[in-house]
């Protein structure tokens, strides 16, 4: 719907605006969400009982992978925003 309000000219030239902005607010949510995750699985005690082996492949690699992740993409787009470049 945005890209069709911007005249086919600009849209190339503020490509790298739509997609930096995009994927930080993307990404912040999707590493905003695993943290609550992980914070709220120890703050209720789910984790009282388990094997710590079992704690820390559950939560720790499982939800590893979701924080690394994102966090690179994030930095991506921050780049994306500072350089004003998409490629």
């Known amino acids: ?49 388990r094997p710590w082996a079992d704690t820390l492949g559950f939560v720790g690699v499982a939800n590893g992978i979701w924080i690394v992740f994102p966090l690179l993409a994030l930095y991506a787009s921050v780049v994306m925003l500072r350089d004003r470049d998409v490629v």
């Open 1 to 49: 719907i945005l890209l069709g309000l911007l005249p086919q000219s600009s849209l190339g030239n503020h490509l790298w605006l739509l997609c930096g902005v995009m994927g930080c607010a993307t990404y912040w949510q999707v590493l905003y969400g695993t943290v609550i995750y992980f914070v709220s699985f120890f703050f209720n005690g789910r984790h009282i009982g």
